[in-house]
Nanobody, 125 residues
Framework: QLQLVESGGGLVQPGGSLRLSCAAS????????IGWFRQAPGKEREGVSC????????YYADSVKGRFTISRDNAKRTVYLQMTSLKPEDTAVYYC??????????????????WGQGTQVSVSS
């Protein structure tokens, strides 16, 4: 089982930036697609972004397109989510997750089998 640990969350003012990190225990992260999800109180978990293992292709939810950037450093076994122009509606617990069954990553949380514990992102003035 792949162990994932998120970090980088915190409190930031609207318009600010944060970079989340997802560190993996597996020696070879190359074979896993990684997704970032978020869950706000009273809402369902939603896919924010993901990056595929095979070709590095990426996906972004419409709500974050142009503001968030996902990247991976396989040598460091880490995937990043750079978040800019943050809005109050970005406030949520952010989770990273891994899967290695499909060619391309997905925003469907049901396709992921390993999850981190989450990191809180709060956007408020």
């Amino acid at each position: 089982q792949l162990q994932l640990v998120e970090s980088g969350g915190g409190l930031v003012q609207p318009g600010g930036s944060l970079r989340l990190s997802c560190a993996a225990s597996e020696f070879v992260l190359d074979y896993y697609s990684i997704g970032w999800f978020r869950q706000a109180p009273g809402k369902e978990r939603e896919g924010v972004s993901c990056i595929s293992s095979n070709d590095g292709s990426t996906y972004y939810a419409d709500s974050v397109k142009g503001r968030f950037t996902i990247s991976r450093d396989n040598a460091k076994r880490t995937v990043y989510l750079q978040m800019t122009s943050l809005k109050p509606e970005d406030t949520a617990v952010y989770y990273c997750a891994a899967e290695n069954k499909y060619i391309y990553c997905s925003d469907n949380p049901g396709e992921y089998h390993d999850w981190g514990q989450g990191t809180q992102v709060s956007v408020s003035s």
